[in-house]
């Protein structure tokens, strides 16, 4: 293992740490919702390679499927016309709203923003974008601007012309909120309104005009948002929020962008995109990870006015809607009907966080657990009524335990103290009740030994 190891160091730029550095896990196989390690121990996957195994590790139609294509054809480039990859676009516009029926396909969640970006800049003759604060939109030189963060960023981030403005997130916010968040478990932050005249609420979405008014240029290009922020730790927004900002931005000249790349495809259980959970019909939509069960896929799909003003010039993606990715995506879309997986994500989910909600109330480290479906954050705290974070050693610890009583979990938020839970949406009721033991145990070892 130690070799395996100083291999990875060897050939790898050190960009990104292993999670389990104690122990690092070394997987070489995975079916459905579980993973081997070159041991040949088993871990059930909560974290689906962040979000992106949608429907289940080598699913066997999905995987006949990219089979049967690697027979046929790998590769043609769209210089011709392939029509399997039309086919591709028109199934996965049908499941958007209108206008928004014109796909672009890429190969990552980060080009497709990036190509969002450009689109909406052309589109509106705008430059500055904004997103909010904790999200997370990609890794390349562009989106990196788009992106939060600071620790995804590199210098050479700066001055893209993007602002990251406010994100109220109601644990750490400053008015707690218990009716806001649209979620079957509330914050433990209470506040002491009525449902339904939710004055925290109010505050949040005056601060968000507030911050927009004072620090957004009169004339913007685009608003990114993601429907629950993902890396940022399940971050659910106040109702109305995402609607208020879309109206800003859209009075600002700006175009309004839902970044699906965690959301999408039935993650959030309710609906098959999380945007659909804030009555609003985003300009574009950009999708990858779910989109193709870990297959390199990503797409942007919007308005014909919007993709005409992006026909002006010369665009082109080698591998944008290869073949391959054509026929994966395409099985992904009938797996997740087939297989239920959206109700899966909203059973399973939701019995996830009413059992995390009873840990939550037994320990004095689990500070919220939040989310909708398979998109679960639980925030872990030194102590409820500071709500200062768990420090990193503490989250490594409870997470190598874990992992060691086998299960795999995320780590997230702006101080690494949210754990995050999305895995891959054919889990069971009694996967969830082996992690809840898991959880519970390791929590309580972990508070013995303080
Ligand atoms: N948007 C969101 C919401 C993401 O979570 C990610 C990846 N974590 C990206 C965009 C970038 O996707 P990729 O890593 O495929 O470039």
């Known amino acids: 293992e130690r070799m ?41 996957d909560l974290f689906a390679g962040v979000a992106t195994v949608s429907v289940g590790h080598c699913h066997p139609k999905v995987t006949a499927a990219a089979e049967k294509q690697l027979k046929d054809l790998w590769h043609t480039t769209n210089i011709y016309v392939y029509p399997a990859l039309h086919e591709y676009c028109e199934k996965l516009a049908s499941y958007l709203p209108d206008p928004l029926k014109v796909v672009y396909l890429t190969n990552s969640g980060s080009e497709a923003n990036d190509l969002a970006m450009l689109m909406a800049r052309l589109y509106t003759g705008n430059y500055d974008i904004i997103t909010f604060r904790g999200s997370y939109h990609g890794g390349s030189p562009q989106t990196m601007g788009l992106t939060s963060n600071a620790a995804y960023k590199y210098p050479i981030a700066n001055g893209l012309g993007c602002t ?34 939710c004055m925290a609420n ?32 399940a971050v659910q927004y106040p109702k109305n929020y995402l ?25 959030t259980g309710t609906h098959f995109w999380g945007f659909q959970g804030h009555d609003v019909i985003p300009d574009m939509v950009t999708m990858a990870k779910g989109i193709g069960n870990g297959f390199p896929m990503g ?20 591998f944008g809607g290869n073949p391959v990715a054509c026929a994966v995506g395409s099985s992904v879309l009938d797996v997740i009907k087939e297989d239920g997986t959206q109700k899966i994500s909203l059973d399973v989910g939701t019995y996830l966080m009413t059992e995390l909600a009873k840990l939550r109330d037994k320990y004095e480290v689990i500070g919220d657990v939040r989310g909708k479906g398979l998109q679960i954050g639980v925030e872990m705290v030194k102590d409820k009524a500071s709500r200062d974070p768990l420090p990193p050693e503490a989250m490594s610890e409870i997470f190598e335990d874990v992992k060691d009583m086998g299960v795999l979990l995320g780590k997230g938020g702006l101080y690494g103290q949210i754990f995050r839970i999305k895995p891959p949406m054919c889990i069971t009721m009694e996967d969830a009740d082996f992690f809840l033991a898991v959880f519970d145990k390791s929590i309580h070892n972990y508070m013995e030994k303080q």
């Open 243 to 267: 609607k208020e900002a879309y109206k800003l931005v859209r009075e600002r000249g700006g175009v309004c962008i839902a970044d699906e790349v965690q959301t999408g495809f039935g993650r």
């Open 164 to 197: 990251n403005t406010m994100c109220p997130d109601v644990f750490r916010g400053p008015w707690g909120g218990n009716h806001c968040r649209d979620s079957p478990i509330q914050t433990i932050r209470q506040c002491s309104c009525a449902e339904g005249q």
């Open 4 to 44: 395996m190891e100083i291999r990875r160091q060897n050939c790898n730029p050190m960009t990104m740490k292993v999670t389990y550095y104690k122990k690092p896990v070394f997987i070489h196989k995975g079916r459905m919702q579980w993973l081997w390690d070159v041991d040949g121990r088993r871990y059930l």
């Open 202 to 233: 109010e505050q949040y979405i005056r601060q968000l005009q507030e911050t927009l008014v004072t620090s957004v240029p009169s004339r913007i290009a685009a608003f990114f948002g993601e429907p629950i922020q993902g890396v940022g730790g």
């Open 299 to 318: 797409a942007v799909v919007t308005t014909p006015e919007i993709a005409a003003s992006f026909a002006k010039g010369v665009h082109f993606n080698t």
